[in-house]
């Protein structure tokens, strides 16, 4: 090789190496940037989860900041995590105000995820944010075109389910069938309910072979919570004594778990539909013994459910503490438990105005009248009867014919037949 050759070969290496120079010069800290980048963001993320519990809105404000830099084509698996947070922050949301627009916000959030949560790539995730989908669907279908939601909200389970076995995945599965539980309860409400009602308590079971009283206290008591709801639900289709008894069953299981020490609003919970419970049992047997059971629950659920803390809560309970002493009227003491009754309703009243909550307006103001009415039978009848024909009228005022027919002609029976009894 002449000298002449040997030069070019050296300047074909110098000058490649001064091509690598400037390449390593011009990548390396681009590349150490961005990962440097991808760790900030990741940082913010993490910080945003620790916020979102408490304050979803601000939460909200660092994904919208980091998702500057972030894209389904430069991090993919962040983007969908940020997306699934997106949805659960909206859904916090939903629960304090604007209920429909921050589902559908929720749900945006979760679809998008879902874009890149393929069932193959990243089947746990997928399966954590198709939970997350079905929980938004179910409580949409509480604002609107609630039977379509609650059939996307099954969907959305079942395919969580797919992933979550019981083998892999004991407590995720258990969730997701107590979610599941919750949505095929919901949709008796609007069709099928017997079968529906079986669904449930069959997920509600298959959630319980997890959620075990020794693993799982808490979780167990919410499914045992539910699994009483729908024992009471199905008493009203079929065998109405014997799932009255399983509904009681397992909320006395519940309350082993949720005492009024460690979890005071679940156990104010669980007493108010224990007394729902015996107060529909008084229908068929030990009237007067289980109406008193169900006093006692109810009373016990108000010593949580104040007017202050849980106003809502307080009027739900008080109005059907006003059911059961006026059923309790029938058997003894017709006037003092009629009276106590009419307390309770004029307590619920409080909260449930015209404006606030006209259907429930409605409801308690019908059961007023009917209080008012049978205590006129008992003394001063042109009164009370006068009351019973004002409380009547106002729960009209909500019942109109076109939009509740059902209701609007029982209410009108009630008040044509007080109208009557004051000639």
Not at 387 to 408: C, N, S, V
Request: aromatic share 8%; charged share 30%.
């Amino acid at each position: 090789m002449s000298t002449s050759d040997k030069l070019a070969i050296i300047g074909i290496m110098v000058a490649i190496v001064g091509i690598l120079a400037a390449i390593i010069t011009v990548y390396l800290p681009h590349r150490s940037n961005k990962k440097k980048e991808k760790g900030i963001n990741k940082s913010k993320v993490e910080n945003a989860e620790n916020i979102q519990k408490f304050n979803p809105s601000d939460a909200l404000e660092i994904y919208k900041d980091v998702l500057n830099s972030v894209s389904p084509q430069n991090d993919p698996p962040l983007y969908a995590q940020i997306k699934d947070n997106e949805g659960i922050c909206y859904w916090k949301l939903s629960l304090v105000n604007n209920k429909e627009d921050n589902l559908r916000n929720s749900l945006i959030s979760y679809e998008a995820s879902l874009k890149i949560r393929t069932r193959e790539k990243y089947p746990k995730e997928y399966a954590l944010t198709q939970n997350n989908l079905g929980v938004a669907y179910r409580d949409l279908s509480q604002v609107r075109d609630k039977e379509d939601n609650l059939n996307l909200a099954i969907t959305a389970f079942v395919e969580a389910l797919k992933i979550r076995t019981v083998d892999k995945f004991p407590a995720d599965y258990a969730q997701t069938k107590n979610d599941l539980g919750v949505a095929y309860r919901s949709l008796s409400k609007v069709r099928d309910k017997e079968d529906n009602l079986n669904l449930a308590i069959m997920a509600y079971e298959e959630a319980l072979k997890i959620r075990t009283v020794d693993k799982f206290p808490a979780d167990y008591a919410q499914t045992k919570n539910e699994l009483g709801v729908a024992y009471r639900n199905l008493s009203k289709v079929r065998d109405k004594e014997d799932n009255l008894n399983l509904a009681i069953m397992a909320y006395k299981e519940a309350l082993k778990i949720r005492t009024v020490e460690k979890f005071p609003v679940d156990y104010a919970q669980t007493k108010h539909n224990l007394g729902a419970a015996y107060r529909n049992l008084s229908k068929v047997r030990d009237k007067e013994d289980n109406l008193n059971l169900a006093i006692m629950a109810y009373e016990e659920a108000l010593k949580i459910r104040t007017i202050k803390e849980f106003p809502v809560r307080y009027a739900t309970s008080q109005n059907n503490l006003g059911v059961t002493y006026r059923n309790l009227s029938n058997v003894r003491d017709k006037e003092g438990n009629l009276k106590l009754a009419i307390t309770s309703y004029e307590e619920a009243l409080k909260i449930r105005t015209i404006k606030e909550f006209p259907i429930y307006y409605a409801q308690t103001q019908n059961n007023l009248g009917t209080a008012y009415r049978n205590l006129s039978k008992v003394r001063d009848k042109e009164g009370n009867l006068k009351l019973a024909i004002t409380a009547y009228e106002e729960a009209l005022k909500i019942y109109r014919q076109p939009d509740y027919p059902d209701l609007y002609e029982r209410v009108t029976i009630n008040l044509n037949n007080a109208k009557k009894m004051l000639k």
